[in-house]
C-alpha cells in the first residue's frame, strides 16, 4: 500500500449530515456525541438541526473536531498504514493533534469551543479569497495599503494553493483589496461569510487570552510526524507545538509549504473530516492518491492505492 498522509480540514466543511458514516459504529458517534454535548452545553443534535448555531464559531470548531474524531475513528477500524505525516488546516490542527494522540478528545473539545468563543468575540472583520494571483504581489497590494492607509488593515491569512490565497483585515483593508486586486490579475475575489479577521493580528487579544487556557492542556508526544502551520515544519518538542498552535491565531497558516513538505513524504492523501476541501487544495502536487472519507465509496477506493 502507498506511503500516507493524513488531513483535516478547517471552517468551511461543516454541514448538517458532518457526523454521518457507515465507517463507524453508531454507538461510537452516539458516545462521542453526548460527551460532546455536555462539554459545550448544549446538544448537539439541536445545532447541527440550526444552520445559525452550526456556523456560530465557536459551536463549529468543536462539532468538526467531533466529526474528525468519528472519521478518525473510522481511519484506524479499516486497519489503514499508520500515516507517515500528518497536518490540519487552521482549527484541523486540533484534529490532527488529537488524532495523533497528543490531546485528549475531551481537551480538543473544551479548547476549540473556547477558541471559537474567542475568536467570535474579537474585533470585527473580514475575509476574502483570492484566486489566480501570486500570492507575493498580494502581499506587497497589503503592504502598500497598510502603509497609506492609517484606518485600513489586510494581510494574507491563508496560502492555501498556487492559485488561492485568503486575505483577512478590519473592514476598510478588505474593501480597498478587493477593488485593486482584479485590476492587477486577480481572477476572482470571494468574500467569506465570517465577520472576523483570522490568522491576522487582529486576533492578538484573544491570542492572550487563549494561551492561558492552552497553557492548562496536557499535550503528549505525537505518535506521528506533524506539520504545523505556523512554521510549515514537522514539530516534535511539545512547547513549540504549544506556541505554534497560539502563533496561529494571529499568523497565516502556511499550506502551501505544508504541502510542499507532504509531498515530499507521502505518495497518498487522505482527507480525514466531512468534506474534500483540503483534496481541492492538493491538485497539481506529486500526489499519486487523493481521497477523502466521508466519500460513500471510500471503503473501495482505499483498497486501491
Known amino acids: 500500500m502507498s506511503s500516507i498522509a493524513c488531513v483535516f480540514p478547517g471552517q468551511g466543511s461543516q ?17 462521542k456525541i453526548q460527551i460532546a454535548s455536555e462539554i459545550l452545553s448544549s446538544d448537539v443534535h439541536s445545532i447541527l438541526e440550526d444552520e445559525s448555531k452550526l456556523n456560530l464559531t465557536s459551536f463549529t470548531q468543536p ?7 468519528i472519521f478518525s475513528e473510522a481511519y484506524k477500524n479499516l486497519s489503514l498504514p499508520d500515516p507517515k505525516v500528518i497536518a490540519g488546516h487552521s482549527l484541523g490542527e486540533y484534529s490532527a493533534l488529537m488524532f495523533a494522540e497528543s490531546i485528549t478528545f475531551e481537551d480538543a473539545i473544551k479548547i476549540t469551543h473556547l477558541r471559537g468563543n474567542l475568536m467570535q468575540s474579537s ?19 497589503c503592504s502598500q495599503i497598510n502603509e497609506s492607509n492609517e484606518k485600513a488593515y489586510v494581510a494574507s491569512a491563508n496560502y492555501n494553493s498556487m492559485k ?8 476598510e483593508g478588505i474593501e480597498i483589496a478587493s477593488n485593486l ?9 470571494i468574500e467569506l461569510n465570517v465577520s472576523i479577521a483570522s490568522h ?23 505518535r506521528y510526524p506533524i506539520i504545523q502551520n505556523h512554521t510549515g515544519e514537522i514539530e516534535t518538542d511539545l512547547s513549540s507545538i504549544k506556541q505554534n498552535l497560539l502563533n496561529q491565531l494571529t499568523e497565516p497558516v502556511l499550506w502551501t509549504k505544508t504541502m510542499e513538505k507532504i509531498s ?15 483534496c481541492g487544495l492538493s491538485k497539481g502536487y506529486d500526489l499519486q ?15 486501491n492505492i
Do not use: W
Open 289 to 303: 492518491s487523493i481521497l477523502y472519507m466521508s466519500d460513500l465509496n471510500f471503503r473501495d477506493k482505499v483498497q
Open 264 to 278: 515530499n513524504s507521502a505518495s497518498c492523501l487522505i482527507e480525514i473530516g466531512p468534506k474534500n476541501i483540503l
Open 164 to 171: 488561492q490565497t485568503v486575505i483577512a483585515g478590519n473592514i
Open 181 to 189: 486586486l482584479p485590476g492587477i490579475g486577480a481572477k476572482r475575489c
Open 200 to 222: 491576522t493580528r487582529l486576533m492578538a487579544d484573544a491570542a492572550d487570552e487563549f494561551n492561558e487556557s492552552l497553557e492548562k492542556i496536557v499535550f503528549s508526544p505525537p
Open 123 to 141: 474585533e470585527e472583520g473580514k475575509m476574502m479569497a483570492i484566486l489566480g494571483l501570486d500570492s507575493k504581489i498580494i502581499d506587497e497590494v
Open 15 to 31: 454541514h448538517p449530515e458532518m457526523l454521518k458514516t457507515d465507517l463507524v459504529d453508531q454507538s461510537f458517534i452516539n458516545e
Open 63 to 69: 462539532l468538526l473536531v467531533l466529526s474528525s474524531a
